[in-house]
């Protein structure tokens, strides 16, 4: 089981020839209404490549909140942890026609005294997942819960070294890690000195994981024509805590969630391009010839959830 703890948002996306700057304005090429947010994103990944997920998140009592919930749920996802006495946030996303884009979000109400809750409930086998807007308060409130974090969203060093220790697995895109870590020198110490497994993405120049034992391991991003590139960080941390809950070591775990990734970007919206897992191995028997099934998994491309 994996309980995502993070951001749940309604997503507005808003076509533009490029994006713009300050004082200047453009006009609308499509405007677009969605559902999205970190956490809740992450949970749909996971959930598509066959884990068992519970989002456990922060939205309102309202309809808007009932739809939301109600689309998390077709796609597998338990919501029964999800806290309803807040507001379902609204992030503004813009989008240019070669897929990047500038995202303004609104902060949520999920607070450590939430994550303190959720973290208390989660069983000792299972996975927490939060982004790094919780960071450095969680660090003190996650008790001896297996945690995968999202870095992004922190916004200072005290709270990068925070999630290091106390996550098991760690995801940060090549530039926050420089900013709040160092360079690769400092994200191995890093790495070794929390024992964590830190997975630094840079997007189409592919991945590096720094493994707590010192070891660097350097993976590639496929190949795409990228039409929407929103969720595409979110694709890749839940399918890599798919994988990590699956048994996967956490290196092919990174290979696996790459591929998910790219395959993301390939479709417009934050959640329509994230692939199942039968998509994923069949991307990968196409072009690096068949693989073997993870630990756990019942038969060769199989897209079934497992048990509950």
């Not at 519970?54 to 942890?81: C, I, K, N, Q």
């Not at 005290?158 to 106390?166: G, N, Q």
Request: proline content about 5%; hydrophobic content about 45%; some cysteine.
């Amino acid at each position: 089981m994996i309980v995502f703890c993070g951001y749940a948002n309604a997503d507005l996306t808003v076509g533009v020839p490029v994006l713009p700057g300050a004082g200047e304005r453009v006009q609308a090429t499509r405007i677009d209404r969605g559902d999205g947010g970190m956490g809740a994103n992450a949970a749909v990944a996971a959930a598509r490549m066959g884990a068992r997920v519970r989002f456990a998140g922060v939205v309102g009592d309202d309809p808007m909140s009932e739809v939301f919930l109600a689309r998390l749920g077709e796609d597998g996802v338990d919501v029964s942890w999800t806290a309803r006495g807040g507001t379902l946030t609204t992030s503004v996303i813009l989008l240019t026609p070669d897929g990047e884009r500038s995202i303004i979000s609104q902060d949520d109400e999920l607070t450590v005294a939430h994550v303190a809750g959720i973290a208390a409930k989660v069983g000792g086998g299972d996975l927490l997942y939060l982004d790094g807007y919780r960071f450095p308060g969680a660090a003190d409130v996650v008790g001896g819960a297996r945690v995968v974090v999202d870095l992004d969203g922190a916004e200072t060093a005290a709270a990068a070294r925070a999630a290091l220790r106390a996550a098991e697995h760690v995801i940060v895109g090549r530039e926050q890690a420089a900013r709040l870590i160092g360079d690769d020198a400092a994200l191995a110490a890093a790495a070794e000195a929390a024992g964590t497994h830190l997975i630094v993405t840079a997007g189409p120049r592919g991945w590096t994981l720094f493994a707590p034992d010192g070891e660097r391991y350097d993976g590639r991003a496929i190949s795409v024509e990228t039409v929407d590139a929103t969720g595409a960080g979110d694709c890749f941390a839940g399918t890599y805590c798919a994988e990590i809950d699956r048994g996967t070591a956490p290196v092919e775990a990174a290979r696996f969630a790459a591929v998910a990734a790219g395959l993301s970007c390939t479709r417009p919206g934050a959640r329509d391009g994230s692939p199942t897992r039968a998509a994923v191995r069949a991307y990968l028997d196409s072009s690096m010839g068949p693989t073997p099934p993870a630990p756990g998994e019942a038969a060769e491309g199989s897209d079934e959830r497992d048990p509950a």
